[in-house]
């Protein structure tokens, strides 16, 4: 089955940076879009990057420019840069695929940004 595992969360200050990896098993991963999400408290669900099979990014606008998705195919794992982070980037964030049977999640990583 589809396993996801997010690492990489914690407390960081603002302006700081964090690099959240999500590592994938279950799928041929090189063939997939991968997506982040993030919920904060009391907030819905918000895609914040994808990245697609053949390398194109997109962001959510208030990330661009500070967050940056990439993913290592070899190591079926995909990243999230995120520098000058911001007390509005407190959240858990997720790891997503959507495959044939529908999405699949992570279990999730905190991130907190202290202002």
């Known amino acids: 089955q589809v396993q996801l595992v997010e690492s990489g969360g914690g407390l960081v200050q603002a302006g700081g940076s964090l690099r959240l990896s999500c590592a994938a098993s279950?799928?041929?991963?090189?063939?997939?879009?991968m997506n982040w999400y993030r919920q904060a408290p009391g907030k819905q669900r918000e895609l914040v990057a994808s990245?697609?099979?053949?390398?194109?990014?997109t962001y959510v606008d208030s990330v661009k420019g500070r967050f940056t998705i990439s993913r290592e195919n070899a190591k079926n794992t995909v990243y999230l840069q995120m520098n000058n982070l911001k007390s509005d980037d407190t959240a858990v964030y997720y790891c997503?695929?959507?495959?044939?049977?529908?999405?699949?999640w992570g279990q999730g990583t905190q991130v907190t940004v202290s202002s």
């Open positions: 997503n695929v959507v495959v044939i049977m529908g999405g699949r």
């Open positions: 990245i697609t099979n053949n390398g194109k990014t």
């Open positions: 279950g799928i041929a991963f090189s063939l997939y879009t």
